[in-house]
């Protein structure tokens, strides 16, 4: 059989892997790669390095990046906010010049299925006629940027107010342009606003059972927080967790200690460095962070789509506490695959109870990581998106 090939067309270029979207389209593309040609275009607003490159090299038969100059980006959200009505999270990234090069280039190429991720890059898939496309929704970023409009400071509530709205509207009415589309998970496509949404088919993420596998070694951290520390739900969860989750804990666990590890901290996620929280913004291997604590605690209040990282905690046998909106996505069994917060104080007596009761903790570890290993890996998911690359579409 003839390998097909396939282009992702991607709002970021994906390594390293320090996003959630650029973690999902590195493997994705990696398990196609198997069976098909893979070509990437990728959208950057910054120097792509030669060592980012070559880890992409090995999966793609063909890599081009299309550099946004500033100007270029910020001429577009103003025409784009001010006349076009279109999301930022849209208008950022597109531009007419770029679409008409890769125009260009996909002419010559003849592929046989474009997957644009995220509707940062659907206006480029708009434009492409008699290929079959796939919009990868990823999340509902709609709902995601309205729970952010909630829990933000009247300053900027109506900036964030008029891009929710944009977003609800712009899912809605980009789905007839392509020919298939696809989510993150059940409770996402619940949130796509249209009529059709239960065609979206349900393209989960998976874990790298291979690279995340637990080591024993000395806990020098009883708890653990990790993500991209510069996305506003990861600096929100980090700033609660220290401010008003910890003094609870340490009133009966003094010494409790609590490693915060991601890349790229903001200044807000910085400052809460001190006695006790450790603030870790390079990390050259994330499973030292897993190996090096007890229990992975993520009160995440706003966001949307799957976390990742309660993935790899899960996958890396910590017991796990978060929230009741990011198992949503998880759909793991509460009190049994992992701990469900429901306030400050109901954190903080879990995670007391946890490093307390090591029973209880190996328990709800051992389960959690067997309910990763059975329902979430890539080649699972892989075989979905060559069921939508072969026509096989399933119906949900």
């Known amino acids: 059989m003839d390998r097909k090939k396939v282009l992702f067309i991607l709002s970021r270029f994906p390594f390293p892997l320090i996003k959630g979207d650029k973690l999902r389209a590195y493997y994705q593309i990696r398990e ?4 098909c040609d893979v070509y990437l275009f990728a959208l950057s607003d910054q120097r792509v390095s030669p060592a980012d490159r070559e880890a992409l090299e090995p999966y793609c ?5 299309f550099r946004l100059r500033w100007i270029e980006v910020l001429s577009s959200l103003i025409f784009h906010f001010l006349f076009s009505f279109k999301p930022v999270q849209v208008g950022y990234f597109y531009n007419s010049r770029t679409r ?62 008029i891009e929710a709205k944009r977003l609800k509207r712009y899912e809605h009415h980009i789905y007839k342009s392509f020919s298939c589309a696809t989510v993150i998970s059940p409770s996402d496509r619940d949130l796509i ?7 979206i088919i349900v393209l989960p993420n998976g874990i790298d059972h291979e690279f995340f596998k637990p080591k024993q070694v000395e806990k020098e951290f009883e708890l653990l927080f990790t993500g991209n520390m510069s996305y506003p739900p990861n600096v929100q969860s980090a700033r609660f967790l220290v401010e ?5 804990i340490w009133r009966e666990l003094p010494k409790c200690k609590l490693l915060i ?7 807000a996620v910085k ?35 799957m976390q990742n990282k309660l993935l790899e905690a899960m996958a890396m046998n910590l017991p796990c506490i ?25 954190y903080a007596d879990k995670a007391v109870e946890l490093l307390k009761n090591r029973k209880l903790a190996n328990e709800i570890a051992q389960k959690g990581h067997s309910f990763v290993r059975n329902q979430f890996d890539w080649s699972t998911s892989n075989e979905i998106l060559l069921n939508i690359i072969n026509g096989k579409i399933p119906r949900s």
């Open 32 to 35: 196609l790669s198997k069976t």
């Open 61 to 65: 038969a063909g890599i081009k990046i």
């Open 100 to 161: 008409k090069k890769m125009l260009k280039e996909l002419r010559s190429l003849k592929v046989d299925h474009v997957f644009c991720q995220l509707i940062r890059t659907s206006e480029y898939g708009k434009y492409i006629d008699n290929i079959p496309k796939t919009l990868d929704y990823m999340d509902a970023l709609s709902a995601g940027m309205q729970r952010r409009y909630e829990s933000t400071s009247v300053f900027f509530r109506w900036i964030i107010g």
């Open 193 to 199: 606003f249209h009529y059709a949404n239960e065609d």
């Open 244 to 248: 008003y989750i910890m003094p609870l």
């Open 261 to 267: 590890s991601g890349a790229n901290p903001s200044k």
């Open 271 to 305: 400052k809460l460095a001190g006695e006790g929280v450790v603030v870790r913004p390079y990390i050259k291997d994330i499973r030292d962070s897993y190996n090096s604590s007890q229990v992975f605690i993520a009160p995440m209040f706003i966001g949307s789509g």
């Open 322 to 346: 978060t929230s009741e909106l990011a198992n949503r996505a998880l759909n793991a069994r509460e009190n049994e695959e992992l701990l469900i917060g429901k306030s400050y104080a109901d």
